[in-house]
Nanobody
Framework: VQLQASGGGLVQPGGSLRLSCAAS????????IGWLRQAPGKEREGVSC????????YYADSVKGRFTITKDNAKNTMYLQMNSLKPEDTAVYYC?????????????WGKGTLVTVSS
């Protein structure tokens, strides 16, 4: 069972990045999936989630209108499209899967990919 995140990097403020997270050993379609992040010196926070019950999407207030979470069941992959990036979006981003949209503490986690927003 594995989640492999990719797509992080250095981007200027106002730029865009798309993170990907490929699952292996289990089927993403049967799980709530989400992205979390941890900035230097700060606690980890939830960024976005897709509920398994009805497919509803949730976003942290800080990213609403800028980030979009999607998944491709055929590819067993989830994505996070990040637009209008700000320096405060700099963090290690983690993908996760669990039975519900919570803190994902009981679910599967990827290793994280670093996003740095800086000029």
């Amino acid at each position: 069972v594995q989640l492999q995140a990719s797509g992080g990097g250095l981007v200027q403020p106002g730029g865009s990045l798309r993170l990907s997270c490929a699952a292996s050993g289990f089927t993403l379609a049967y799980y709530a999936i989400g992205w979390l992040r941890q900035a230097p010196g700060k606690e980890r926070e939830g960024v976005s989630c897709i509920s398994i019950s009805d497919g509803s999407t949730y976003y942290a207030d800080s990213v609403k209108g800028r980030f979009t979470i999607t998944k491709d069941n055929a590819k067993n992959t989830m994505y996070l499209q990040m637009n209008s990036l700000k320096p405060e979006d700099t963090a290690v981003y983690y993908c996760a899967a669990d039975s519900w949209c919570g803190d994902f503490s009981g679910g599967y986690w990827g290793k994280g990919t670093l996003v740095t927003v800086s000029s």
